[in-house]
């Protein structure tokens, strides 16, 4: 079982930047950043292969501003958001899936998740 606790998160103006960091116990296969907004889905935001070399993808919304990292010696995952936007505010979710989920992107894939932190961003 993988455990992850996310923490970085707080209240900044737009235009303003945060960090996020996932300290985990273990990798999944794929490893990603959600977010859920009130009365919304769980949505997407990027993920990557962990047993190889691989690069990010990002959705749309967050392509060019977030940029996800990682350190394996201390099994750390790093969201670094910049150019933040009140649509941003969401509670943000690092999760844990199988080989499949880097391809599916849909949250049922991922199986593993922490309790979040929450982001707001004031216009």
């Known amino acids: 079982q993988v455990q992850l606790v996310e923490s970085g998160g707080g209240s900044v103006q737009a235009g303003g930047s945060l960090r996020l960091s996932c300290a985990a116990s273990g990798y999944g296969d794929c490893m990603g950043w959600f977010r859920q907004a009130p009365g919304k889905e769980r949505e997407w935001l990027t993920s990557m292969h962990m047993n190889v070399e691989d690069k990010p993808t990002y959705a749309g919304s967050v392509k060019g501003r977030f940029t996800f990292s990682r350190d394996n010696a201390k099994k750390n995952l790093y969201l670094q958001m910049n150019s933040l936007k009140p649509e941003d505010t969401a509670m943000y979710y690092c999760?844990?899936?199988?080989?499949?989920?880097?391809?599916?992107?849909?949250?049922?894939?991922?199986?593993?998740w922490g309790q979040g932190t929450q982001v707001t961003v004031s216009s």
């Open positions: 999760e844990a899936g199988g080989s499949v989920a880097c391809f599916s992107l849909r949250p049922a894939d991922f199986y593993y």
